[in-house]
């Protein structure tokens, strides 16, 4: 069966400071690969997702940026945080399959509040 | 654009009865998807159900149906037998084909009392 791991499932960062979250996805080869941000008590907003090694496409022009570097991994990241880069990061996969549109699975999420 | 709308922002259900969630929908697309999921407190999106626009009969997963009504944009979520584990955040979300996001709705707070 698949599993997403996704880590640290708590922060708390400065203004300013970097940022590094990661996703791993196992049981699956090839998938596709989505960060979210769900703001408090809203709906969850899609930032990045990426179809493969290296392939990241953007939906939100901000100061986050994703990374792909295996198959099964996905970074979040930030050189500077602001404060409204605070929220639940939700890094999700799905399957690649022609023919229908195949839900979407959620990791258990990363908690971010910036300070 | 695609929109969902989920217009209950709390409901309460007695442990053991049914309960519908409403969600509308909105999009120009022809062919997409409509899924509901759960959130409980511990922050992570539980897949429970997905519909087809194309599909000619409700889906049910367990104790989970959903009320497919093309031409009213309409997918309600219906659980029944619920339990004390049901309470929750629950979201409609839809993706159409060539899309990859997800749009959700706002959500539902659902509580079940003993």
């Known amino acids: 069966s698949q599993t997403i791991h996704q880590w640290p499932a708590t922060l708390v960062q400065p203004v300013g400071s970097p940022l590094s979250l990661e996703c791993t996805v196992e049981?699956?080869?090839?998938?596709?690969l989505y960060w979210y941000r769900q703001a408090a008590g809203r709906g969850l907003q899609l930032l990045f997702y990426?179809?493969?090694?290296?392939?990241i496409s953007s939906e939100v022009p901000q100061n986050l940026s994703a990374s792909r570097p295996q198959d099964r991994q996905f970074i979040l990241s930030s050189k500077k945080l602001l404060l409204s880069d605070s929220g639940f990061y939700l890094c999700?996969?799905?399957?690649?399959?022609?023919?229908?549109?195949?839900?979407?699975?959620f990791g258990p999420g990363t908690r971010l509040t910036v300070t | 654009a695609q929109k969902i709308t989920q217009t209950q922002p709390g409901m309460f259900v007695q442990e053991k009865e049914a309960v519908t969630l409403d969600c509308t929908y909105d999009t120009s697309d022809q062919s997409y998807g409509l899924f509901w999921y759960k959130q409980p407190s511990s922050g992570e999106m539980i897949f429970l159900i997905y519909?087809?626009?194309?599909?000619?009969q409700n889906a049910t997963e367990g104790r989970y149906s959903l009320n497919f009504q093309k031409a009213r944009k309409s997918a309600n979520l219906v659980i029944s037998a619920s339990q004390l584990g049901d309470s929750a955040m629950y979201f409609c979300?839809?993706?159409?084909?060539?899309?990859?996001?997800?749009?959700f709705g706002s959500g539902t707070r659902l509580q079940v009392q003993p």
């Open positions: 999700a996969w799905s399957l690649k399959v022609f023919g229908r549109l195949y839900e979407q699975y």
């Open positions: 519909q087809g626009s194309y599909d000619e």
């Open positions: 979300a839809m993706r159409s084909t060539g899309r990859r996001a997800l749009t």
């Open positions: 049981g699956t080869s090839n998938p596709n």
């Open positions: 990426s179809v493969g090694i290296g392939q």
